[in-house]
């Protein structure tokens, strides 16, 4: 088959000391069916040609040909033509031709199907301007690859965003025409409809058809557009993470410039290292006092804690709450940082509680209170006493609990003893002891 179909028609000769394929010579007696092969594949230039048409076609008259030596002749076709045309295996492009892609299109030639790539008139100018910027010199690498001028723009597009974080893939916060690129590269499986329809739909351009001729423009401004839509995307996240740095700058109230905000918290990080037990803030400390980790690293490992959950895989809702997520815990870690300052200034023999009270209209009452060691059995009488009087109810045992609190805070009585919940943890007026 080989030398009655390839060699003897000069389809598979050698030109220019390589082996390629070629259209048969003239005397061949296989020219107007190389036509008819390659007429079917090259009409298919708006949507794709399944190969069960070809096949009907070639074995009706006038051809009637064998269906032995359809794939013979198709192949042929197929890699004379590898830079413009596409072969589809059940929908999906196929970037490398190989023999079990052959094996399955013998038996079943309808799962196959071809598309056109005509790259003429203002396509080759994009394909000029694009491969500027785009070609990728890995492509060699990949073997006999279909379609190499086309996936040598195409395939480093659809590889950018398969890397690009979860959060950039589905934000909301990139400007108009970065976002319509980003979903075109995300949505446009078909290389051709992805370069001259999508993409161009996409910055505002009209599509580039096989008609057009180069006017000088419209491939220069779609690559302008392109280049400066995919800056923004690949950027995207790097934003959201400047962002989040800002707002802990401005939440912690660093008086330094926000360069030394790493520095800064470091040290007031330090200062409570050891001292606090809830677990959250914890965290957060021993993360901020973390010299091992790059910046980025850092900052990255701050704000998972805070969001619990990875920036990454954030979506636009996640960044909305890191804000009020950061805000409760600076709140904490300031209290805390209160408390210790306190404490080393009251000096040893005394345990320090701070309290705060938030009432209705969102204005706090924050008290530090002392409890003296020797004093300690005098408060627990007086504790006991207290919650032996009060009722069953457990809803009004705190109810009675944190109106108390808010009278004592208030007055102007003397300094009393109160003793509430854990260390740095303001969140709840809880606890069983009030003296």
């Not at 926000?258 to 200062?271: G, I, Q």
């Not at 300031?334 to 210790?340: R, S, Y």
């Not at 404490?343 to 209170?369: Q, S």
């Amino acid at each position: 088959m080989y030398y009655s179909l390839l060699e003897e028609t000069g389809i598979h000769r050698q030109e220019d000391e390589n082996w390629d394929f070629y259209p048969p010579s003239e005397n061949s007696g296989l020219n107007s069916l190389w036509e008819a092969v390659e007429n079917f594949c090259l009409a298919a230039t708006e949507k794709s040609q399944s190969f069960d048409l070809l096949y009907q076609y070639l074995v009706a008259p006038p051809y009637g040909v064998k269906q032995g030596a359809v794939p013979v002749i198709l192949a042929a076709v197929l890699l004379y033509h590898a830079d413009d045309l596409g072969l589809y295996q059940d929908g999906t492009f196929i970037p490398v031709l190989g023999t079990e892609h052959f094996e399955l299109l013998v038996k079943y030639p309808e799962r196959f199907a071809v598309k056109y790539f005509a790259v003429v008139g203002l396509r080759a100018e994009v394909f000029k301007e694009l491969e500027v910027i785009l070609r990728n010199p890995q492509i060699k690498k990949l073997g006999k690859v279909r379609n190499a001028t086309l996936l040598t723009v195409v395939t480093p597009l659809y590889q950018f965003v398969k890397k690009l974080p979860k959060y950039t893939q589905q934000t909301r916060r990139l400007a108009d025409e970065p976002r319509a690129i980003l979903k075109a590269l995300q949505t446009t499986v078909e290389p051709d409809e992805l370069l001259f329809k999508a993409l161009p739909a996409a910055c505002n351009l009209p599509a580039i058809g096989t008609e057009t001729g180069d006017d000088g423009v419209t491939a220069r401004t779609l690559r302008t557009k392109l280049v400066h839509a995919l800056r923004d995307i690949h950027t995207a996240y790097d934003h959201l993470l400047s962002d989040c740095q800002k707002l802990i700058y401005e939440a912690f109230g660093v008086r330094s410039q926000e360069t030394k905000l790493r520095e800064d918290l470091r040290v007031r990080a330090n200062y409570l290292a050891g001292k606090c037990i809830e677990p959250l803030l914890k965290r957060f400390i021993r993360a901020a006092s973390d010299e091992t980790k790059s910046d980025s690293q850092w900052l990255e490992a701050l704000v998972m804690i805070v969001a619990d959950k990875p920036a990454e895989s954030w979506t636009d809702d996640d960044a909305v709450a890191f804000e009020m997520k950061l805000a409760d815990l600076v709140r904490r870690f300031k209290n805390l940082e209160a408390l210790q300052k306190e404490v080393a200034a009251k000096g040893e023999g005394f345990e320090a509680r701070r309290i705060t009270i938030t009432r209705p209209d969102g204005n706090d009452i924050n008290r530090m209170v002392w409890v003296d060691h020797k004093r300690e059995s005098q408060v627990e009488k007086i504790v006991d006493e207290i919650l032996a009087n009060l009722p069953d109810d457990q809803q009004l045992r705190q109810a009675i609990l944190a109106k108390l609190s808010e009278r004592i805070l208030s007055s102007d009585l003397p300094e009393t003893v109160t003793k509430i919940g854990d260390k740095g943890n303001d969140e709840n007026i809880k606890g069983k002891k009030l003296g």
